[in-house]
């Protein structure tokens, strides 16, 4: 079937999501296909950031700890969160950033599973994570990391009776391959280890099932799909049955059972508290305060129906415009085991990505040679699809791409 | 002398730094003598987060992580904070809260000192410190920690050839004391241990001098005297002497030498760098950088001289005005050995406190039995210390405290 633009329109036109779009601050003349990394800005959260400055700070100062709510936001915001990734209630906080929760799961899993010191990670994993396995090691001398690409092909192959916990992308940030959650959880567990699942890519992408799946410990961030603003703190998940005995080591006030107690010794708070630290940015909490309450509408069916509909044709239409030029896919062609985005290998990559920004359509670039696309869909169209292969076309046929060379490199997650 | 309203309001006529009261937005009626807890906001920073949101976030999206500066926030932020620490450029960052900075800082100087185990301590810290003490001692089995109060009366007496570091706080958050740093400094690097100082009570409120003293490492909160926005991030100073060979496992991408190079193996950026984790909350980080625009102005020394005379006042005028009634002053009578707050002890102190609020006068309680006082300079007059004895001796005189007493209890630092 050959695909136009308008078999393109009718699929807006039936688009269950398409009246989410209208919420959010899209800037004129911009395809914005990077909400995996920096999620769109809804009108809502300025009105929210403004209520909270200038109210709340600005009027009752000191009072809103208690009278705005925001001691309560990191458990408030982690219920609602917690929806949105298969947690029942009391499971999910939203405090510190990725990096310091992936540090505090892989502690807790450690101490949970004592006399194993076995991490197995995936070589291919965004950095972070590797990076804050090593400073646990670096606490827990005689742990040790075994690796995915490194150690075996397969993370599959790397589990066994030796292995404390696993720490695993549930969709890869550049490839955008979806692991099966149930299944290797499943594995996991057989072998006696737990599981740390790192949801960034997929919070608010796809659903995510962390109950039904078994799942012992998850975190992820919030400001790429949920549109929680630049840098909005990250979540962290702690399966209840693991709540009591669970303990880390950023046993910082927040997490304490009476925090304004102000007792000499830690005393780590029921259920998922103990997991907090310390205190926390509230303007930008309350900036994903408001993409929830957008969130709360949203079925996560209709998401990943869209998203895969969004992918499926953003790949169809690449190869078919642009296929003699060289781009490759990378990462899965069958949509179910994918997450929202798409990425495609070329030795000039980079200058290609430069080519699209230049001319309105935003993805980015990943070293060495991937550009990557995401699809978000609460604000991407199937005509945004349809025209940022358009550009992409007219860069590729004009060789447009190759005058970008000199730009200067920089990217950001 | 006598005191009167007259003698007041000369005061406040001649303060060099009345000019800056105008650029806070306080609420109308009330005296707010809590920024030692929650800083008052700025006009400026309400358009500057307005800016952050809807230009930078809403319009460029990802592109601001270079075009906005957001990527250099924690160093450039850093260095403003060092100036009124006495830092020199590239020893301090703004990021995460205090409690993962002294984390941070305490593994650092346990790894720089190797081959000692023992911690000290305040048992009167506050004690978000202890607890993360806790968590690093939880981290290296065999450190101990020694604690003023409960092993000695006095830290000094704590320090000998054992102890690899001595973490304690610049002014007490209670009492208001304040701490001789240079003297403490040098005494600890004399029995070979490193300092950690804890500046969230003194960073704004009074001159630091982290150079000068030789301090090692210093954290401290931005929300207080600082003005940063409920919840902003925390600093923390490295000694360009400690750089090179500190470490902390909270290795983070954003500390890492290359941190879009997305390699494997973590790699500490050079300097400061090495002391930044995860990603950082970009809307409250602005908020702050507001504020500094404004301590960009600010001569330390004019703003000791004020705080000085705001707090001799105070307690001159609730022993002159309430003394009757057994309020009884904690901490310092000597403003030299005194941080910008003051405190009084009453066994009804809860119920004065509540009482206070109700009237607009905003301080703060402190369990079990202290209410507490804090001047900020930028934004306190003389005037508004005279009202705010004027409702306490109103509130004192008449028995109105005894009629709080069903007040619900709550607090927040």
Known sequence: MKIDIHAVEALDRDDPLAGFKSRFDLPEGVTYLDGNSLGAALHA?????????????????????????????????????????????????VTDHTSAN?????????????????????????????????????????????????????IEDLIDETVAVVLVNHVNYKTGALRDMEALTRQAHAAGALVVWDLCHSAGALPVELDRCNVDFAVGCTYKYLNGGPGA????????????????????????????????????????????????????????????????????????????ALTDLFIKLVEARCGAHGLKLVGPRDGTVRGSQVSFEHEGAY???????????????????????????????????????????????????????????????
Chains 1, 2 share one sequence.
């Open 45 to 93: 959260s300025y009105a929210e950031i403004e209520k909270a400055a200038k109210r709340e700070w600005g009027q009752d100062l000191i009072r809103s700890w208690n009278k705005a709510g925001w001691f309560a936001l990191p458990l408030t915001l982690g219920d609602r969160v917690g929806r949105l990734i298969g947690a029942a209630p009391g499971q999910t906080a």
């Open 233 to 308: 703190p990250a979540f962290i998940y702690v399966a209840k049955r693991h709540q009591e005995k669970a303990s880390q080591p950023l046993s910082g006030w927040w997490g304490h059972a009476r925090p304004f107690g102000f007792e000499r010794s830690y005393d780590g708070g029921a259920g998922i508290l103990r997991f907090l630290s310390g205190t926390q940015p509230i303007l930008s909490l309350r900036a994903l305060s408001a993409a929830l309450d957008l969130w709360d509408e949203v079925d996560m069916t209709a998401i990943r129906s869209k998203s895969i």
């Open 102 to 154: 992936v540090y505090k799961a892989l502690h807790a899993a450690l101490g949970l599973n004592t006399g194993r010191h076995v991490i197995v990670a995936e070589g291919g994993s965004f950095p972070t994570d590797l990076y804050m396995a090593e400073g646990v090691i670096a606490t827990r001398p005689g742990t040790v990391m075994r690796l995915e690409g490194v150690d075996a092909p397969r």
């Open 351 to 413: 200058e290609i990505m430069q080519a699209l920004i230049e001319r309105g359509v935003i993805g980015d670039f990943r070293a060495p040679a991937t550009i990557r696309f995401g699809f978000t869909p609460l604000y991407t169209s199937f005509t945004d699809v349809w025209n940022a292969v358009d550009v992409l076309h007219d860069v590729m046929e004009t060789g447009a791409w190759r005058d970008s060379r000199h730009a200067v490199r920089s990217a950001v997650t």
